[in-house]
């Protein structure tokens, strides 16, 4: 389990403002206002650009060139590329046919009535669209120093009129891994009814994520529409999920026992680490399978993406946990409510909770350093809130603080290091200086980690859910492989997977979104 651990787990690297594509250049630091000090305690501002090879500014065709380098990278790898004889079919997915293929229309649908619903596989999605005029705008991402616009564009998902496997000849299989995310059976739900309407009868979902690859003693689980049909009303993964798991060359063993050719892989980085890791191994045996991700991480820290399935479910069961602690907090004489949330490496929820609740007097995350005590820290104003207003509300992602924590170097089966418990620190840490100063405080501590990973998805995830389960199936069908599907600037896209897994995306502190949050905490610096 442990070789499969290191080779999926994805790089947390501590990285400075950095764009969402990658490598950086450095901008000259400048006055920003309240959160200054904030970007000036983390180093340099940088704008970056990918994993591309150093770009010469002096070069008059350096914008040509990043363009061609940037559509290379972004290039999503297809069966074609081994199979150069591969010849495609007629699609057998046709809204105009309201039922499942059978097997008698597995070469195209039965209308000689063209379908406009198609994707072309030209067609592209913007990845940026904001065109910033200077490096000092508010999260501005720069690829040189004068802010040129310059065009990007990915491709576009959804159903192909070509595709490239016979659904009757077909086996797909599903796998969860990591941990628990609201949503999770509403794609397990879409995959499967997506690929029934092609016309694939061999679907089946593998127990308790790559585990279930190697342990004998775990059968894989049948899967159709019957099966699924409610399984989205409730939370969890009807297939289970774990961390870990066998060698990448022992789950490629068993896919080819099994007679796996498209598999769809629901996870975060490490997850779609090992993904890869299994594309790539299917490529160099030569074997015409297609493997697709669909994100799933509740803490949104995915690159490139609008939002991953989970975030907005758990921003909203947040808000329970923050009025709570609201109400506990004011109700009480000098009452202090902390809250912690998820976010190892990501402080979305905690920001984005802060922003939706209305409630919070301090939010704390990750990205953004703070001292805890000393006359800026966080534990004066802690003190002068309650001397203003009585009472006060603390929300905290689960990664902030970690340098006031003893490290223990423990890593989980995924080789995702430890984190001390900054929550119960900072409570005890509160209680302790309330006490030096002789100020009764009241302290209610709240953590809802596990009751917001369990639940089902709200409305909102639910038809991300949907759409995205519906797009991995177009695009195994249409031939890639080594994707994952994903949502930018409202539109539905797929992306190499090697592009969205190099770090985990984080909060930008001179981002829009974060001075959003400061506004209305009305938190200062705290260093």
């Not at 920003?32 to 994993?51: D, E, I, N, T, Y």
């Not at 308790?208 to 019957?226: A, C, H, I, P």
């Not at 002789?438 to 302290?443: F, H, L, M, Q, Y």
């Not at 980690?449 to 995205?468: E, H, K, P, Q």
């Amino acid at each position: 389990m442990e070789a499969l651990s290191r080779a999926i787990t994805a790089p947390k690297l501590p990285l400075p403002r950095r764009t969402s594509n990658g490598s950086c250049f450095p901008l000259a630091r400048r006055s920003l206002g309240p959160s200054s000090s904030r970007v000036a305690k983390r180093g340099r501002v940088f704008a970056c650009q990918g994993q591309n090879p150093e770009i010469h500014f002096s070069d008059p065709d350096w914008k040509s060139k990043y363009q061609q380098e940037f559509e290379r990278r972004f290039s999503i790898p297809h069966i074609t590329d081994v199979f150069e004889d591969a010849e495609p079919i007629r699609s057998t997915f046709c809204l105009k046919m309201r039922t499942p293929v059978s097997e008698e229309f597995a070469g195209g649908y039965p209308s000689d009535e063209e379908w406009h619903g198609y994707i072309n596989n030209n067609d592209r999605v913007l990845l940026k669209v904001i065109n910033f005029s200077s490096p000092t705008s508010a999260g501005a991402e720069c690829i040189d120093p004068n802010c040129t616009w310059v065009e990007q564009w990915v491709h576009r998902a959804g159903p192909r009129e070509k595709i490239y496997f016979k659904p009757e000849e077909v086996k797909a299989a599903i796998v969860t891994c990591g941990g628990l995310c609201p949503g999770l059976n509403d794609v397990i739900r879409h995959i499967v009814i997506t690929l029934e309407i092609y016309g694939v009868r061999k679907i089946v979902g593998i127990p308790f994520g790559y585990r279930g690859f190697s342990d004998r003693s775990l059968t894989e689980m049948q899967l159709s529409r019957k099966v699924v049909q409610n399984i989205h009303l409730s939370g969890g993964s009807l297939l289970g999920v774990s961390r870990g798991g066998p060698e990448v060359s022992e789950i490629v063993d068993n896919m080819e026992e099994r007679g796996i050719n498209m598999l769809f892989v629901l996870g975060g980085n490490g997850t779609h680490a090992g993904a890869n890791a299994i594309h790539n191994e299917c490529r160099k045996r030569k074997l015409r399978v297609a493997v697709v991700g669909v994100p799933k991480t509740i803490d949104n820290d995915i690159l490139l993406m609008d939002k991953t399935f989970g975030f907005d479910t758990a921003v909203e069961e947040a808000q329970r946990a923050i009025n709570s602690a609201y109400i506990e907090a004011h109700s009480a004489y000098h009452g202090v409510g902390i809250v912690k949330l998820m976010g190892r490496y990501s402080g979305f929820i905690a920001m984005h909770a802060a922003l939706a609740s209305g409630q919070v007097d301090i939010c704390l995350i990750p990205e953004v350093p703070f001292n805890l005590h000393g006359p800026h820290g966080v534990l004066r104003h802690l003190k002068y809130l309650i001397e203003t207003k009585g009472s006060a509300v603390v929300c905290v992602a689960e990664g902030a603080g970690q340098n006031y924590i003893e490290r223990t170097n423990a890593k989980d089966a995924s080789g995702n290091n430890v984190l001390g418990d900054f929550g119960v620190y900072i409570q005890q840490e509160t209680k302790k200086y309330f006490k030096e100063i002789e100020v009764p405080v009241d302290v209610k501590y709240i953590d809802p980690t596990y009751m917001i990973r369990a639940i089902r998805a709200n409305a909102s995830d639910g038809i991300l859910c949907t759409v995205l389960g519906q797009n991995a199936v177009h695009g195994a069908f249409a031939g890639y492989s080594g994707i994952t599907v994903g949502i930018c600037n409202t539109h539905y896209v797929y992306f190499p997977i090697p592009e969205v897994i190099s770090h985990p995306r984080a909060v930008d502190p001179n981002s829009r979104m974060w001075h959003r949050c400061l506004t209305s905490t009305g938190q200062p610096d705290f260093v």
